[in-house]
């Protein structure tokens, strides 16, 4: 079936409408799972305390970006990392990452952390210990499952902290070999306690079988 000639026997229509959906290719698509550019909840998991998190639904040939969210209580200052898998989360690589980041504070100056060769993918810290401290992350992963193309992830962080301030973070981390990543661990090193951790993929736009 031919898609996006919306309009196409209007007696008014001077010009081929390529490329735009109807209603009906829009429905068709949809049931048949092949509708791209939409954010798909993959998996989530509930923590209590400090586990490593590993995330094994990455299903490269729908999603080629993975999204992770973190939300969560401290109990300290909570610390992460990532390292990546290319065999289904049976090890998890410990070389050729690279990563940079900045945290911007509400009380005191901000500062830089960076390395540009590494066991892993090191984007945050951070956080305190009262009732209404917490640390929210959302990790953006590209193209983890191309074996052409060295995967990266940016981030973005928030941090309620012991001493009252807010903390902000950016950065990104690639990890320098092009090959397929099917499974991520974030290792949680201390401070987690009470999250939500989900899995998102955002879906290609695949018209085809």
């Not at 009906?24 to 305390?49: C, H, M, R, Y």
């Not at 401290?74 to 610390?79: A, E, I, M, V």
Request: net charge negative; charged share 15%.
């Amino acid at each position: 079936m031919p898609y996006g000639y919306l309009g196409q026997n209007q007696p008014n229509q001077t010009v081929s409408n390529s490329g735009v959906f109807s209603i009906t290719d829009v429905a068709e698509l949809q049931s048949q799972g092949k509708l791209g550019g939409s954010l798909e909840l993959i998996t989530e998991t509930s923590f209590s305390s400090n586990q490593n998190l590993d995330f094994t639904n990455i299903k490269e040939d729908i999603y080629d970006v993975h999204i992770v969210q973190v939300t969560q209580d401290c109990t300290g200052d909570p610390q992460n990392f990532i390292r990546l898998s290319n065999d289904n989360g049976s090890t998890f690589e410990a070389s050729n990452y690279k990563y940079c980041w900045y945290v911007n504070d509400s009380v005191s100056a901000g500062g830089e952390t960076r390395s540009n060769s590494s066991t892993q993918m090191y984007l945050n810290y951070g956080g305190g210990i009262g009732a209404n401290e917490l640390q929210n992350f959302t990790y953006i992963f590209y193209d983890l499952g191309n074996p052409n193309k060295y995967s990266t992830v940016t981030q973005q962080t928030v941090v309620l902290s012991s001493v009252a301030s807010v903390h902000s973070f950016i950065g990104g981390a690639s990890y320098s070999v092009a090959e397929t990543i099917n499974a991520i661990r974030i290792y949680i090193v201390s401070g987690f306690r009470d999250g939500t951790a989900k899995l998102y993929g955002y879906k290609q736009w695949v018209l085809w079988d």
